[in-house]
């Protein structure tokens, strides 16, 4: 689909200012951020929203699932809100709004009803700074959707892929926790969580944009089962912070891969029939 509304697109930026002299060089860092690698921008925007909500709940864990939670609310609201905008500008907000909340949370939800869980027990009610996350994403996209340029979009998608190394592992995790006394095998009860609560989100956006699911046609699927694997491993044997070492593994395999295919990143929408089921471009 036809990316609409990115007036910048060259790669290198420039700011005018009057400032003191001394601020010049900080201004001159925050105006070359183009010119950075995409996954060190993308590891930035991660660490910004990291740090915010570590701040105030003191939980590195929680404040990673946060961060995750609103870069995923941004990246699935904004491919929503695009593909609907040549529609009506209200259809594009109402399933930017949707699209965001779905990727966000939607996989998280439905591996919680899978375990047996009510609504109680839900994550995102139970915590309401999972509503916070959810509310910044998409905000950002209502605000910022016609400023975001194709190299924001690979920097905010290489942060995607952070927040997918992050998903994965702690969802395969919470789930052999809540399994523990199932009599179903215990690897494939990660591998399974593991992929719905990384990509879950996104194959119910993808259903609700009529669009056959991204997971299941570019490495995103597999990786996120292949993670899921990996953390279980490291998860039986009683590594410490062995979600961050799986973390690390799933992040450089999918950076790996979406250097090797292109089909793995880019929030420009670029599926085309036959992956399209009504193409609205």
Same mark, same amino acid.
């Given at each position: 689909?036809?990316?609409?509304?990115?007036?910048?697109?060259?790669?290198?930026?420039?700011?005018?200012?009057?400032?003191?002299?001394?601020?010049?060089?900080?201004?001159?860092?925050?105006?070359?951020?183009?010119?950075?690698?995409?996954?060190?921008?993308?590891?930035?925007?991660?660490?910004?929203?990291?740090?915010?909500?570590?701040?105030?709940?003191?939980?590195?864990?929680?404040?990673?699932?946060?961060?995750?939670?609103?870069?995923?609310?941004?990246?699935?609201?904004?491919?929503?809100?695009?593909?609907?905008?040549?529609?009506?500008?209200?259809?594009?907000?109402?399933?930017? /709004?949707?699209? #965001?909340? @779905? $990727?966000?949370? *939607? !996989? +998280?939800?439905? &591996?919680?009803? =899978?375990?047996?869980?009510? %609504?109680?027990?839900?994550?995102?009610?139970?915590?309401?700074?999972?509503?916070?996350?959810?509310?910044?994403?998409?905000?950002?996209?209502?605000?910022?959707?016609?400023?975001?340029?194709?190299?924001?979009?690979?920097?905010?998608?290489?942060?995607?892929?952070?927040?997918?190394?992050?998903?994965?592992?702690?969802?395969?995790?919470?789930?052999?926790?809540?399994?523990?006394?199932?009599?179903?095998?215990?690897?494939?009860?990660? /591998?399974?969580? #593991?992929? @719905? $609560?990384?990509? *879950? !989100? +996104?194959?119910? &956006?993808?259903? =609700?944009?009529?669009?056959? %699911?991204?997971?299941?046609?570019?490495?995103?699927?597999?990786?996120?089962?292949?993670?899921?694997?990996?953390?279980?491993?490291?998860?039986?044997?009683?590594?410490?912070?062995?979600?961050?070492?799986?973390?690390?593994?799933?992040?450089?395999?999918?950076?790996?891969?979406?250097?090797?295919?292109?089909?793995?990143?880019?929030?420009?929408?670029?599926?085309?029939?036959?992956?399209?089921?009504?193409?609205?471009?």
């Amino acid at each position: 689909m036809i990316v609409h509304g990115n007036p910048v697109r060259q790669r290198g930026a420039s700011i005018h200012f009057w400032s003191p002299t001394a601020l010049r060089p900080f201004f001159h860092f925050v105006a070359a951020w183009r010119d950075y690698p995409c996954p060190i921008t993308g590891g930035f925007l991660f660490a910004i929203f990291w740090l915010g909500f570590t701040e105030g709940i003191h939980d590195s864990r929680t404040a990673a699932d946060l961060a995750g939670t609103a870069i995923f609310a941004f990246t699935g609201g904004l491919v929503s809100f695009r593909q609907f905008k040549p529609v009506h500008p209200a259809i594009a907000m109402v399933t930017g /709004v949707v699209g #965001g909340f @779905l $990727t966000a949370v *939607g !996989g +998280g939800t439905v &591996r919680t009803f =899978l375990l047996g869980l009510g %609504p109680d027990q839900m994550f995102w009610i139970d915590n309401g700074l999972y509503e916070i996350a959810i509310g910044l994403g998409v905000l950002l996209v209502l605000l910022w959707e016609p400023k975001v340029c194709v190299r924001c979009e690979a920097c905010w998608d290489a942060a995607d892929r952070v927040a997918l190394a992050v998903f994965v592992p702690l969802g395969a995790e919470q789930a052999l926790r809540w399994s523990a006394n199932s009599a179903l095998n215990p690897l494939a009860v990660a /591998v399974f969580f #593991g992929f @719905l $609560t990384g990509a *879950g !989100g +996104g194959v119910l &956006r993808d259903l =609700l944009r009529l669009r056959l %699911p991204m997971a299941c046609l570019t490495p995103y699927g597999w990786i996120a089962g292949l993670g899921a694997a990996f953390h279980f491993a490291l998860f039986q044997a009683g590594v410490l912070l062995a979600w961050v070492v799986s973390g690390a593994v799933i992040y450089l395999l999918a950076e790996f891969m979406h250097q090797w295919d292109g089909r793995v990143g880019g929030l420009d929408d670029r599926e085309k029939p036959p992956y399209g089921l009504i193409p609205l471009n």
